[in-house]
Each structure stands twice: as C-alpha cells, then as structure tokens.
C-alpha cells in the first residue's frame, strides 16, 4: 500500500504539472472580457470592483501581480492565478477519482492490475477534464470562476480525506477544513456552496446505516446547512452590522463603521465563549459546530476588505461601499435586480404597485440619512401569476423568445385594468414548463454539457439558430438531423478552429463509468449518490436558481462547470469499467495497461488535439490594443462616454494598469444612473480633471430624480442650461403631479437648444480652423420621450456644464441606443465620436463629420492592433465582436472615401492596403463590410486590387450559397434571409464591376449565379 499511496502521489503531481504547462503555453496574456479586465484593475491597484466583490480572488491577484518586472505584464501574472488554480483543481480531481475508483475492487489489498486501473482512472478522467472545452476556457484568463473550481474540487477531496479517516481521532480535522474552505469561497464565488449536499451524503454513507429515512433526512439537512450560509450568514451579518452602526452613529453620534466594529467584536467574543464552553464541557459534536461556523466567519471576513477599499475612495469604486448600508446593498447585489423563483408573474402580468417600502440611507452630516425611498416588493395581477415561473421577463425580444421556445398559444383571462374589463393571454403552466425543459434546460445546459463531451459546430454564440453555438459530434448522419449536413459547408467553417468533433467519445466513456458505478456495488451504490448529487446541485439545481432569461449577452457556459467536473468522474471509472471486461481476455496488468493507454488517447487526447487550437489565448493583445485606440481616438481632457461593461472594462484596464491616456474621463452611463458613480466622476482621477456638473450630491441621491417626465409645456426649443436649473429646482411648481399624489421632476419641452461660442470651440480646436464655416450658432435637439433615466439626464446636464470647454466623446455603441439624443451633432475622428457644433445627418455608422487629418492621423499612425493579423494568434467570436472588426474595417473605408473626395488618392489607398493587410480573408473571410473599402480602391485607381478583393467576397458569398442550397427545406427556410443577405452581395458585387468597366470580372461572377440559379430552378423542379 505504501507503494501505491508513493505513486499516486507521483501521478497526481505529473498531473498538476501537466495541465500547467498546457495552461501555460496557452494562457491569456492580458486583460480580455470585462470581468477579466476588472479583475486585474482590483488586484494591481486595490480598488473596488463590481458586486459582490470576490475579495479573496482579488487578495490572490494581488500576491501574483507583485511577481510582474513591469504593468505590461501584471495581466499575465494574474492570469497565472487562474491557471495554477486549474491545475490544482486538476490535481485534486486526480486523486478524487482514484479514491472513488479504489472502492470498486474488493478486499484490501489490490493486485498491480488493479492499481494501474486505479491510477488509469484517476489519470483520464482528471486530464479529459482538464482539457475540456469550458474548464480549459476559464484556465486560462482572470475570472472568478478557475479559482472557484479549486474550492469545489478541495472540498470534495478533503471529504474523502475525511471519509478515510472517520474512525480515528482527530478526523473531524477534514470537517472543520472543509467549513473554513467554505467560508473562504464565499470571497471568490457562491458555487461552491452547492458541493455541501454531496459531502452530507459521504458524511450519512460513512457514520450511518443505510435507510431512505436516513438519506433523505442526511440530504434535507444538507440543503439546510447551504441554506442556513447563502441566505442567513452572508446577508444576515451584514444587515445586523447596519443596524449596530445606525445606532452607534445616528443615536451615539460616534463615527460611521464604529457600530460594525463593535458588532464585530461582540461576534468575535460571543465566538470565543461558544469555544471554550463546548470543550469545557466535553461536548464534542457541539464544540465541532461551532469551530465550523466559526472558521466560516474567519473565511467569510475576507469581505472586510471591500469595506477598507471603498473607504479609501480608489478610482475605481463600485457602489462605494465604505459604509454598512452600501455595503449592506454591495453584497445583496441590489443593482442587478431579482428574479422570482418559486412563485412569481408571468411575462403578460401587469405591475400594479409596490408593497413595503424600502430606504435608502446615504451618510448627510456624520448621520444616516434617509436620501429615498421605493417599494420593496412589486405586485402583480394575481391571476397571472403562478408556481415556478419561467417566462416572467415583460422585455419585448424575451417575451418573443418565450414565446418561440414555449410554443405559447395560452388561454384569455379577465382583468380589471383601471375599472375598465379586458382580456389578457395567459401562457399555460404547460408551455411555462416548455420553456423551462426546451430552453433553459435544453439549450443552457444540456448544450453546453455537449460542447464538452460531444463537440461543438463554432464559437459563435447561439440564439437557436441552427447554424451558431451548437454541439456536433462529427458523425454526419446523426448530426445532420439538428445542424444539417456538415459535408457542403464552406471551408472557412470546416476550418474554424473552434469547430471541436469528440464523436461522443467522453460522453460514452462518462455514461460507462456512471453505469458501472451504479451497478458494482452498495459501495459503488453510495459513491454514485454521492457524485450524481454533485452532478445536479452544479448543474440543473443552478439552472432552476438562474431562471435565466433568453437571449443571455454571453454564453453561460462557465457557470456549470461543477457539473462537468462530477461528470469527468465518470469519465475516469470507465477505466475500471473496461478493464473488469478485458482482464479476462488479456490478464491483468497487460489488461489494464492497454485499457490505460487506449483510454487516454481516445478521451483527453482527442480532447487536447481538438482543443489547443481555440483555447490558445498566447501573443492575443486585441482587446487591449483596441482599448487604447478608443483613448487614442480621443483629444487631451476628454471625456468619454461608453455604454456597457464590455466597452467600458478594457479602458479602464489600460488607464489603471497600464497607464494610457490617464486624462481621459471614461464615463459609462450604465452606471451613470447611480448616485455614488456620479460623485466618483465630480473629483479627478489621475490627470483627468472632474467631468462638469451643476446638481449637488442631495439633488441626485438614489431615490431621487430616478426618472424625469418630458411634458412639452413651453413652445419651442428651450436653453438646456435653464431646462437644467428648471429640474434641480425644489419649487413644487417644477413638479408634475401624478394621479395617485405622486411628485415627479420634469422637463418642460421636447425640444433644446445649446448656444455655441464660435471663438471657443475654434480655440479648443473642437472644431477644426478648416472646418470653421460649418459651425452651427447653436446645437439642437428633440426628446421623443414620454420620461428619461438619471443617466439620460446627467449626460445632459453633463453637456450644458462644460459650456464647450472640454472634449466630449461617445463611443460607438451609443450610436444604437436611445440614450444619447444629440448623434446627429458628431465628428468621427477614430473609434469615438466627438461632440461638435458642426450638423452632420447620417445613419448607422454612417453618423458624423469627417476631419481626413485628425482621422489620418489617428487610423494609420496611433492605431495598434495587437496581432490581429498574426497567423498563429487565435481570434475567437468574442474578440471579433469586442475589437468590433466590421466597425474597424467601415472606419478604413470612410476615412479612404473622404481621402478620395479630397482628390489624395494615393493616401486613400495605402488607408485600404493597411485595412486588408490587418483584417486579411484568410483571418477574417471577407464579407459585406468589405464593400464599401473594396470600392474605395477603384475610386483611387488600383484596379487590380480591387479585383481581387472582388473575386475573394464573390468566392465566399458563392461557397455560402452553395452550403445553403444543400440544406434540407426545413433548414432552408429558417436561412432565407441569409441567402438573401448573400444574393443581394452578390449583386452589389456585379453593379461594382459595371460601375467601373470590369467587364470580363462582371461575366466571370454572373456565369456563376446564373448557374447557381439554374441549379436553384433544378431543385425547385424536382
């Protein structure tokens, strides 16, 4: 046995080592997504990221940042968090499997046959883990979710410790790690919460005798304990600290917090006295509680960090939790809103008031103030209301995707509606449960659980269609039922690195090992429950808490990997599933050798051979390199205005980390409509100067000027300045009286104007000395709005405070929202839009003036690209979509096309050469948003490049069609707008040849639609 326990050791530590070199050769050199981004920022510079906070994962970052040689690579040193965490998670699964593998041979003593078994479990169920599409996805970049899975994978390994050793003396010693790994994974992720019923049934399995009464009561009980930590701890102590510091401050009049640290040392002494009264008193089984909540609460006060943070007041300081309120709201995530569960609306329920009332206090003079109030609990029409609901979002584009998904037809109920009787379409609970099985349990899970152990057709996210974000297989004849036939696609996409084909075989391997486990033995029997239970809590139980809403703004993948972890389980005892079948043939150790060997290459190596090519993230710098182009973009003192985490996070990353462009105010007006983002944004930051603003912190507290009715009271256009001084005003008369008594601030017209100081925006070069007859006497705008959020109105009063002092920006999102009403007043100078008194009407991104030389100057000598173009650096649909290469390659175009206009042919085409050389077909197949660049050559004279660049889009519209005319009816159909997308290119492309006299390219490319369409007819003939 000591040589079994050596090599195990051995081999779990060679797993450990190889998974971190594959994480190492392939992690994420710097920040990525926006939860990368923001990781990184709070590690390196201790500020405040989103809620809740993960300050023990910050903590981490921050002990691998210190190991950087300079700010270029602190995202990497982070990243390697991330990875080392995966590869210990790797380690502990390792051993994990061999401990469950070990039970399935009887007696005490294995033969070396079995052992190799053994070891061979361990080692392919850990390594097709590890090298599995999601679990490899967040290895290799800082996220949460690599340091999360460590948690999970270490108690449920420190579980099985502790089953060894349940019968000596001091095994309570696992317990009592096992409840401080639990509190300290409250500071990085709640997931690992959801492993505490699968170590309450290894607990029940180990001290009791097997009855149903048992298990039940073992498994209630354990939900309890999860219960009891994720809904009376975490946000119970909390609130019971605000209540202590609301005391100690508004009624004591002693400093703020000076209530939470006496509630604290009351916690720490009341703690002390439990200890020492159990131990006196020899009370084992109590004395063991109350250390583990005790080293719950150790693990759980790494939260006071957030507490010490916000009160610095860093840059970066998200719900400025310096205060027990905020902190209070920090943690219960109040921002990001609820979602009903057990009972709750359907989406065709009308809101019909609000029950309760819930406070918002806000630290006025040494107290706590009450700033505002709202209601704590929106009621419903109870008649559209049910158990479990599913469809519950009154959100247009979910409310056609309920109704797409749950195939809803409904039945017609009577309602009142202000006196008045009308009908209104009720889903049945029948489609609400559709929903829920095809969708969220189809689609969100069972898809992603396939991604990992069947293949999966692209990165590109999915919606239901059948052409994005699907698993595959590789099996044709069966994969063609759901995806179509995958033999016609175009080779761009049988190419696609992310296009991953296992053909089932970790599945098959995963269902053998479930099978044989269940099967085997009482023991067997046991450890089954014991991983299926883990199997659901990590995935279908987190399905059903979500209750996520369809067209989710990213894959969700990530969020169950628990469960593909319980499922690698599996996966490893396949091994001794397929060697109880082959000893009998080929003996013992040559049987297990051989199984050991085959499985390893059949499971982790197809895995890692598929894999590596997408999931290798080394020399990508895009998401940074396209950051700092938005600031670049950008004149000196700027303030800039971007909508949402994804175009916000990456700015912030390169300003707090990497130091660039620290002038510019990154405003996001997400948060905009928060107070404390505000009054962050009303003191400087680095060398950016406070944004302009006339309202004082008590005229937009949360509570307060939430919303602003738009009344079209004054005829004409009025001064935004005064409309500003009008809303900050406290006269009732500049309030609107609703129906029910209620008091709203308002605006009195849906039309503005903002005087424009002709000398001043020519000196602080808003406005170019070329451009300065365009200049507009004033700015105006409409308002088609029946009301606007604070974030709509703080930009406004934002825009009336600067007076044209300083530049304003907005990046290119907001062109698409309706949260900005001044687009049609913009000069395109990069990846931003400048704010100018120069009207220039436009659509799409088409929107605002064009200075050649600041563009010029921006596009072809400040621009970095970060590998875009390198042919080994892998581009996966999310850096597409965050580096926004259709928007890069229109900004080339029009740039050209104006360079054109002013007769500089010549710099026109270096602008596109520089485009096609950047984003090249062979990375990035040429597309419609090729066009317009493509033209921009044969207006400046370089035919033949042109041509080329025609023959490439044709090729790839043409290999679309061709893909798409294969496809069975049903497919057909649901890509005629596709097929139309392609024939309308197609058509350009030949109104592009004619245009310019190309007439032998105008024959080649219609003798090939037309043969296209004669084949069209066959088909439609048959």
């Known amino acids: 046995m000591r040589r079994f326990h050596l090599i195990?050791?051995?081999?779990?530590?060679?797993?450990?080592?190889?998974?971190?070199?594959?994480?190492?050769?392939?992690?994420?050199?710097?920040?990525?997504?926006?939860?990368?981004?923001?990781?990184?920022?709070?590690?390196?510079?201790?500020?405040?990221?989103?809620?809740?906070?993960?300050?023990?994962?910050?903590?981490?970052?921050r002990f691998f940042s210190l190991f950087a040689s300079d700010v270029s690579q602190v995202a990497f040193m982070v990243n390697l968090l991330s990875g080392l965490a995966s590869a210990a998670t790797v380690m502990l699964l390792y051993w994990s499997i061999v401990h469950l593998a070990r039970k399935l041979f009887p007696g005490k003593e294995l033969t070396l046959g079995e052992q190799i078994a053994v070891w061979g479990s361990g080692l392919v169920g850990s390594l097709a883990f590890a090298f599995s599409d999601s679990f490899w996805f967040s290895a290799v970049e800082g996220e949460v979710y690599a340091l999360s899975s460590l948690f999970t994978a270490a108690v449920f390994w420190a579980v099985l410790k502790w089953e060894n050793e349940a019968d000596q003396k001091f095994a309570n010693r696992w317990l009592i790690l096992i409840a401080y790994l639990v509190g300290l994974s409250t500071g990085v992720h709640l997931l690992n919460l959801l492993a505490i019923p699968a170590i309450g049934l290894v607990y029940y399995f180990k001290k009791y005798p097997f009855s149903w009464k048992g298990f039940f009561t073992a498994f209630v009980l354990s939900i309890g304990i999860l219960a009891a930590i994720q809904y009376v701890i975490i946000p119970g102590l909390p609130r019971v600290a605000f209540l202590f510091d609301i005391l100690f401050v508004n009624n004591l009049g002693?400093?703020?917090?000076?209530?939470?640290?006496?509630?604290v040392g009351l916690l720490i002494a009341v703690s002390v006295w439990a200890l020492y009264y159990t131990r006196r008193r020899q009370l084992v089984f109590g004395n063991t509680v109350v250390t583990a909540i005790v080293?719950?609460?150790?693990?759980?006060?790494?939260?006071?960090?957030i507490l010490i943070r916000a009160e610095a007041n860093p840059p970066m300081n998200q719900n400025n939790p310096d205060n027990a309120f905020s902190l209070l709201r920090y943690l219960n995530r109040e921002q990001y809103g609820d979602r009903p569960l057990l009972y709750g609306p359907y989406y065709s329920a009308r809101a019909l008031g609000a029950t309760g009332e819930k406070k918002y206090y806000s630290k006025v003079n040494g107290r706590y103030e009450v700033t505002g109030t709202s209601g704590s609990k929106t009621r419903y029409e109870p008649k559209l209301q049910t158990v479990f609901p599913r469809m519950y979002s009154n959100q247009p584009h979910h409310i056609e995707q309920y109704k797409e998904w749950g195939q809803v037809k409904g039945t017609e109920v009577r309602i009142r509606n202000r006196g008045e009787?009308?009908?209104?379409?009720?889903?049945?609970?029948?489609?609400?449960?559709?929903?829920?099985?095809?969708?969220?349990?189809?689609?969100m899970y069972s898809r992603y659980f396939m991604w990992n152990f069947a293949g999966r057709q692209n990165d590109i996210q999915g919606h239901g269609s059948f052409r994005n974000g699907n698993w595959i297989s590789g099996i044709d004849f069966l994969d063609k039922y759901r995806v179509g036939s995958q033999e016609n696609i175009p080779g761009f996409m049988k190419d696609d690195p992310t296009r991953n084909t296992y053909f089932f075989l970790p599945l098959l391997f995963g269902l053998a090992g479930l099978f044989y486990q269940y099967n085997h033995s009482q023991r067997g029997k046991e450890g089954f429950a014991v991983v299926m239970t883990l199997f659901l809590f990590t995935g279908i139980a987190i399905?059903?808490?979500?209750?996520?809403?369809?067209?989710?703004?990213?894959?969700?993948?990530?969020?169950?990997?628990?469960?593909?972890?319980?499922?690698?389980?599996?996966?490893?005892?396949a091994v001794p599933a397929l060697y109880s079948t082959i000893r009998k043939i080929l003996g013992g150790i040559p049987g297990a050798v051989l199984v050991t060997v085959t499985s390893l290459g059949l499971v982790p190596g197809i895995l890692v051979a598929q894999n590596m090519d997408d999931h290798n993230r080394s020399g990508r710098y895009m998401t940074r390199d396209y950051a700092i182009n938005y600031l670049e973009s950008c004149a000196p003192n700027a303030i800039l205005l971007t909508y949402g985490d994804n175009?916000?996070?990456?700015?912030?990353?390169?300003?707090?980390?990497?130091?660039?462009?620290?002038?510019?105010?990154?405003?996001?007006?997400?948060?905009?409509?928060?107070?404390?983002?505000?009054?962050?944004?009303?003191?400087?930051?680095?060398?950016?100067?406070?944004?302009?603003?006339?309202?004082?912190?008590?005229?937009?507290?949360?509570?307060?000027?939430?919303?602003?009715?738009?009344?079209?009271?004054?005829?004409?256009?009025?001064?935004?300045?005064?409309?500003?001084?009008f809303l900050g005003s406290e006269d009732e008369r500049t309030k609107a009286k609703m129906q029910g008594g209620q008091e709203f601030d308002y605006l009195p017209s849906t039309d503005f104007y903002l005087p424009v100081d002709k000398d001043k925006v020519l000196e602080t070069a808003t406005v170019q000395p070329e451009d300065a007859a365009l200049i507009a006497d004033t700015v105006t705008f409409s308002i088609n709005k029946s009301y606007i959020t604070k974030s709509e109105w703080a930009v406004l009063n934002m825009i009336a405070a600067n007076n044209w002092e300083r530049p304003i920006y907005i990046d290119h999102s907001l062109l698409y929202t309706d949260n900005v009403f001044f687009t049609d007043w913009l000069q395109f100078e990069g990846l931003a839009y400048r704010f100018v008194p120069v009207k220039t009407i436009g659509s799409g991104m088409n929107k605002g003036n064009i200075n050649t030389g600041i563009l010029y100057r921006n596009v072809m000598e400040k621009f970095v690209w970060g590998n875009v173009n390198h042919p080994d650096v892998f581009l996966d649909d999310y850096n597409k979509r965050a580096i926004k290469i259709i928007q890069a390659r229109y900004m080339f175009a029009r740039l050209a096309e104006a360079l054109v206009n002013e007769g500089q042919k010549q710099k026109a085409e270096e602008v596109v050469d520089k485009m096609f050389e950047l984003f090249p077909n062979e990375k990035i197949p040429l597309s419609y948003d090729s066009f317009p660049a493509t033209e921009q050559y044969f207006r400046a004279g370089?035919?033949?490049?042109?041509?080329?660049?025609?023959?490439?889009?044709?090729?790839?519209?043409?290999?679309?069609?061709?893909?798409?005319?294969?496809?069975?009816?049903?497919?057909?159909?649901?890509?005629?707008?596709?097929?139309?997308?392609?024939?309308?290119?197609?058509?350009?492309?030949?109104?592009?040849?004619?245009?310019?006299?190309?007439?032998?390219?105008n024959k080649e490319i219609d003798e090939r639609l037309q043969t296209l369409i004669d084949r069209l007819s066959e088909d439609m003939g048959s």
């Open 8 to 61: 195990n050791t051995i081999l779990g530590w060679s797993v450990f080592l190889i998974a971190g070199f594959v994480y190492l050769l392939t992690l994420e050199p710097t920040a990525s997504w926006w939860d990368c981004s923001e990781f990184i920022i709070s590690a390196y510079k201790l500020e405040v990221g989103h809620p809740p906070g993960a300050p023990l994962h910050i903590i981490l970052g």
């Open 254 to 263: 002693l400093p703020f917090n000076s209530g939470v640290l006496m509630f």
């Open 295 to 305: 080293v719950i609460l150790i693990g759980y006060s790494a939260f006071a960090l």
């Open 421 to 443: 009787s009308q009908t209104v379409l009720k889903p049945r609970f029948s489609e609400n449960l559709r929903f829920f099985f095809s969708y969220q349990l189809g689609y």
């Open 543 to 573: 399905i059903v808490y979500l209750n996520q809403t369809p067209v989710q703004p990213r894959e969700r993948d990530y969020a169950y990997v628990g469960s593909f972890y319980a499922f690698a389980i599996w996966i490893g005892l």
């Open 647 to 725: 175009d916000t996070f990456p700015l912030w990353y390169v300003q707090e980390v990497e130091g660039v462009r620290t002038d510019v105010k990154v405003v996001n007006i997400s948060y905009l409509g928060m107070d404390w983002y505000i009054s962050q944004h009303r003191r400087a930051s680095y060398e950016a100067t406070p944004i302009p603003f006339s309202f004082g912190e008590e005229q937009y507290y949360t509570g307060r000027r939430d919303a602003v009715l738009i009344r079209d009271r004054i005829s004409g256009a009025v001064d935004l300045r005064d409309a500003m001084t």
């Open 942 to 1001: 370089a035919v033949e490049k042109g041509s080329e660049k025609v023959k490439q889009m044709a090729d790839n519209s043409f290999a679309m069609l061709n893909y798409y005319l294969t496809l069975p009816e049903h497919f057909a159909r649901a890509v005629q707008q596709e097929q139309e997308d392609e024939m309308k290119q197609i058509q350009n492309l030949l109104v592009l040849t004619r245009r310019y006299n190309l007439a032998e390219l």
